[in-house]
């Protein structure tokens, strides 16, 4: 029972990872609208593939609460009912939540799939849920901690429809990237306690808290690569796509406190790999989070002087998250748990 909870625990992990990475792609190409609703997609369970399915058409069957695009608007059917040789407007509502109206399958079916995999990641999370309960004598924490998992994914999917409803709000994206990372630091928490091979080593305050100062400083940086990115939304729409050279000719504050926290951010990991050596610590996660950090920076420079080539940003964001992911993991070996 034990073998399959850290098993679990892990798959759900890495479906956590793959759901930011898929959201991440969503941000990209700008599907985040792709789905206008939620949890359905165009009041549809498989999305649609072409703008003929969301129209309206006489001798048509339309179901109760299926969303069509009508005049550059969206309307919502009231019942299921077959359609007439003309339209007739009570049998319809107009979508409210948002004025939203734009159909493009390529990032309707992008959309979908951000959410679909969030769903089997929150399906899992319940079968973890369930395997730990297991542990309930020995150890409540995991089971009090895989309930927060549960309850976390679906805060999170919840927030996912605040910002869909929202059309995009950037501060509710914010919220949405942070709950993630709360999502995987109990993730790693559980699968640590739950494995007797992991060691404690609590008497080293100095790596401790350099290490604590480090992640804090990996979350902020995250925080403030929002704001970038919402800044470099908005040269997009101001330039376009085929004009992507001139997104950072003239940068905002946002951008430089972004790219000069990652030289700190480097500094510090940097110290913290000359003291592990010279404590003759495993260098291990050390050395992953060093190139891990070598690599974010790469990248950026990469979006910098490229003009953001494909995927870049996606990988840019992805990194962010392996990179607190291994931090939190080191931080648990300095920290004493019962």
């Known amino acids: 029972m034990k073998n399959n909870f850290i098993k679990i625990s892990k798959f759900s992990l ?11 792609l969503v941000r990209m190409t700008g599907s985040g609208m792709g789905c206008p609703d939620w949890p359905k997609c165009f009041g549809l369970f498989i999305p649609p593939t072409e703008i003929s399915q969301i129209e309206w058409s006489p001798n048509k069957r339309f179901i109760k609460g299926i969303v069509l ?22 049998n319809w509502e107009k979508y409210t939540k948002h004025d939203y109206s734009d159909f493009n399958p390529a990032k309707t079916w992008i959309e979908f799939l951000n959410r679909l995999i969030g769903a089997i990641a929150g ?59 709360i999502i995987i630091a ?36 995250v925080i403030i690569g929002t704001q970038v990115r919402e800044f470099i939304d908005l040269q997009d729409e101001l330039f376009g796509k085929e004009n992507k050279n001139k997104w950072l000719a003239l940068p905002d504050f946002y951008f430089y ?9 480097l500094v510090i990991n940097a110290f913290l790999y000359y003291i592990t050596i010279k404590r003759k610590y495993n260098t291990v996660l050390i050395n992953k ?15 910098y002087y490229g003009s953001f080539p494909i995927l870049s940003q996606p990988i840019h964001l992805f990194l962010a998250t392996i990179l ?15």
């Open 257 to 265: 406190f972004h790219r000069s926290f990652s030289l700190l951010i």
């Open 324 to 338: 607190f992911g291994y931090q939190f993991y080191w931080f648990l070996h300095f920290t004493k748990i019962k």
């Open 69 to 90: 695009k009508k005049n550059n608007e969206l309307i919502i059917a009231k019942k299921d009912f077959i359609s007439k040789e003309k339209f007739n407007i009570s």
């Open 14 to 24: 890495v479906l956590v990872y793959l759901v930011i990475l898929a959201g991440a």
């Open 123 to 181: 399906l899992a999370t319940v079968l973890m849920l369930i395997f730990s309960i297991k542990f309930w004598r020995d150890n409540k924490i995991i089971v009090l901690s895989s309930l927060l998992i549960v309850l976390g994914m679906g805060f999170q999917a919840w927030l996912g429809k605040i910002v869909v409803d929202s059309n995009l709000a950037p501060f509710k994206i914010t919220i949405h990237m942070l709950m993630a990372f």
């Open 186 to 221: 109990l993730l790693i928490y559980c699968i640590y306690i739950s494995n007797k091979k992991s060691e404690n080593i609590s008497n080293d305050l100095v790596v401790k808290y350099l290490i604590l100062g480090s992640l804090l400083l990996s979350i902020i940086q």
């Open 289 to 303: 989070i060093c190139i891990v950090i070598m690599l974010e920076i790469i990248v950026g420079i990469v979006m």
